[in-house]
């Protein structure tokens, strides 16, 4: 029975690393999307509503952040441990990226 049990960390481990990996990179490209569908949507007349992301943008910085944020997010998901709690917050924050893109579209199709 041990043997199994680690066989099954074996396998769990390149599994768990290759998920975390696509979190990250989904991570990555909504943030550029989110990058994209605000200057869009402010090119249009829109207003930013967050006001964090509005003084980002104000101080022309807003690109920069949002790269730092997703390379933070990819180094600290490549340094922690292989547990799965790492990987539900990752799709909790992809989910979040999603929504905010959505709602970015959404804002974009209406007008």
């Known amino acids: 029975m041990k043997v199994r049990?680690?066989?099954l960390q074996i396998w769990e481990q390149p599994r768990e690393m290759w998920l975390r990996s696509m979190l990250v990179v989904a991570i990555l490209l909504?943030?550029?999307l989110d990058v994209l569908t605000t200057q869009m949507s402010l090119a249009r007349g829109g207003i930013e509503l967050n006001p964090v992301?509005?003084?980002?943008?104000?101080n022309g910085i807003l690109p920069h952040a949002k790269v730092?944020?997703?390379a933070f997010i990819a180094v600290a998901?490549?340094?922690a441990s292989t547990h799965r709690k790492v990987s539900n917050l990752l799709f909790m924050?992809?989910?979040f990226y999603a929504v905010v893109v959505a709602i970015n579209a959404v804002q974009l199709l209406a007008h």
């Open 30 to 32: 909504l943030n550029v």
């Open 5 to 7: 049990v680690v066989e």
């Open 68 to 70: 730092f944020i997703a």
């Open 93 to 95: 924050v992809a989910g």
């Open 53 to 58: 992301s509005g003084w980002l943008i104000s």
């Open 77 to 79: 998901a490549a340094a």
